[in-house]
């Protein structure tokens, strides 16, 4: 197809994808390796090294942590792992 027609209209709104859309796809393993990684796209983790969870923490723990920046996670976690040394759950 010479000439796709945008994805979006004059609003910005997303249009559905048609048939010629998707015959005319590419897969991310077919983009440049450049391409693929300032999009995001990772591999599969080798070894798992964490669990992912779901957990319930006070909005007063979670906006400390947050407001630390990026990596606020690790640090709960690093915050968990010092607490266990001294004490029993």
Not at 21 to 40: E, F, I
């Amino acid at each position: 197809m010479a000439n796709p027609k945008p994805l979006t209209d004059r609003d910005g709104e997303v249009r559905g994808l048609d048939k010629d859309d998707l015959s005319n796809a590419q897969s991310l393993a077919s983009l440049p390796l450049g391409l693929g990684k300032k999009l995001g796209t990772r591999g599969v983790q080798k070894t798992p090294t964490k669990e992912r969870i779901t957990i319930r923490l006070s909005p007063e723990v979670v906006e400390r942590f947050r407001a630390t920046g990026a990596g606020w996670q690790t640090r709960i976690d690093s915050a968990l792992k010092d607490w266990l040394k001294n004490h029993q759950p």
